[in-house]
Every structure is written in structure tokens, then in C-alpha cells.
């Protein structure tokens, strides 16, 4: 089992849909964060949390709204979301910011119809 | 800010021939330098990184990268690939200090796609 994982794998959901996606790490990290994998870009930095206080929001629209309840859970709740955000969302963690690994979990497939 | 610049998107090569994929990047200040490797319907996965000292790092399955501060390059090397390579492959950097806003996150370049033939 990965350290990190991601819960739903893949998700479907209408625009008018409310839905979240769940992260959680087993490696006893104090960093977590959400990246957007769209075809063609390069992965896109989301929130970043650390020591679960949000550290970074990337200019992200409201539609995307994280929360981090503890050190080992992630989630992302979605709302009202457009056909655009229809990407891989991927989770990782690490032991603090700076030159270390970040562990990816293997990513939820989200489409937007 | 870090930007990081692949320049292949897409490498096609024959199994147990040599690869080199390459990554260059811009920062104005001194960065952490990463090579992840995502294989289909996976997360990423650290190949090797760069934070100091020598500037030949090896990483696994036979993979290694050199830093050229000169040329702010980090490419990526194998001499020999395997099919089980065949997957993408994205460059990352991060700052080292203190500058204020982005500080240790991770900047990924777009990503070349690996094709291993037999």
C-alpha cells in the first residue's frame, strides 16, 4: 500500500454536483498538499498545508475549498465545479518544505460533464 | 520565481539504447533540483534529486542526472532502457531560502513522455 492514499480513484460528477476528495498519508509527514495534473500542463500547485494550517493558496477559485482536519487527512470538497476542472488531482505529503521528497498518492481522475 | 523548461515532450527509443531527457530552468535565487517518473494511472515518484555537493546524482533503476549550474541544466541520463521505463518523466525545482512566498515548493516542468520500443 502506498503512504499515501486517495480515495476516489476516479469520480464523475455534473456541474451542479457536490462532492470531495479524500487524501491521507501514513508516513507520519507535516506538509500536504494538492496539485492539478492537466493534459498538456504542467502539474499546477494548489494549497499546500503545513503543520495543517494553509500555508499557500494558489490563486485557486472558490469552487475548490480544502480542508485539512488533521496532519494525516487532506480533502478537497467541490462545488458547482466547470467542464476546465475535469484533471487528475494528486495529493502528496512531506516531512517538512524545503529539499525534501514529496510523496505522491496515485491521484483521483475527476471529469466534469 | 522557478520556472522549469522541458524541452521533449515526447522521446521515442529503442529498448537498450541509450536516453537523455532534458530539463533546463530559470531561478534567480539557488534551487533544489528533482526528477519524478509517473507511470500510467500512478502518482509521481522520486527518481533522485540534487541538493548539493557532487553534481552526478544517481537515482534508481539505473538512472542518473548532472547539474550544470553554468547552463542551469539538470538533464536526465540511462544508458541503457528498458520497456518497464516507459513512462513520463518531470523535472522539478525548488528555492532554498528564506525569499518569501513560495518557499520549498516543488515547480514542475510539463513532462516528457517516455516511449521505450523493443
Known amino acids: 500500500e502506498t503512504g499515501v492514499t486517495q480515495t476516489p480513484r476516479h469520480l464523475v460528477m455534473g456541474m451542479t454536483n457536490k462532492k470531495s476528495l479524500k487524501c491521507e498519508q501514513h508516513l507520519g509527514h507535516n506538509a500536504m498538499y494538492w496539485y492539478k495534473q492537466s493534459a498538456k500542463k504542467p502539474l499546477e500547485l494548489m494549497f499546500v498545508y503545513s503543520l495543517e494550517e494553509r500555508v499557500e493558496n494558489n490563486s485557486v477559485p472558490s469552487r475548490f475549498s480544502p480542508e485539512c482536519p488533521n496532519s494525516s487527512h487532506l480533502f478537497l470538497h467541490l462545488h458547482t465545479l466547470q467542464p476546465e476542472d475535469s484533471a487528475l488531482y494528486l495529493c502528496a505529503s512531506s516531512q517538512g518544505r524545503m529539499n525534501t521528497e514529496a510523496f505522491f498518492g496515485q491521484g483521483t481522475r475527476l471529469t466534469v460533464v | 520565481a522557478q520556472s522549469v523548461t522541458q524541452l521533449d515532450s515526447q522521446v521515442p527509443v529503442f529498448e537498450e539504447a541509450p536516453v537523455e531527457l532534458r530539463c533546463n530552468y530559470s531561478?534567480?535565487?539557488?534551487?533544489?533540483l528533482f526528477w519524478y517518473v509517473q507511470y500510467p494511472n500512478q502518482g509521481l515518484q522520486l527518481l533522485l534529486k540534487?541538493?548539493?555537493?557532487?553534481?552526478l546524482v544517481k537515482g534508481i533503476n539505473g538512472f542518473e542526472a548532472e547539474f550544470n549550474k553554468s547552463q542551469t541544466s539538470f538533464h536526465l541520463r540511462k544508458p541503457s532502457v528498458h520497456i518497464s521505463d516507459t513512462a513520463e518523466y518531470f523535472c522539478a525545482v525548488s528555492d532554498r531560502g528564506n525569499y518569501g512566498g513560495s518557499q520549498g515548493n516543488l515547480i514542475f516542468g510539463k513532462g516528457t513522455k517516455l516511449s521505450v520500443k523493443p
Open positions: 531561478s534567480s535565487v539557488s534551487v533544489y
Open positions: 540534487y541538493l548539493s555537493g557532487s553534481t
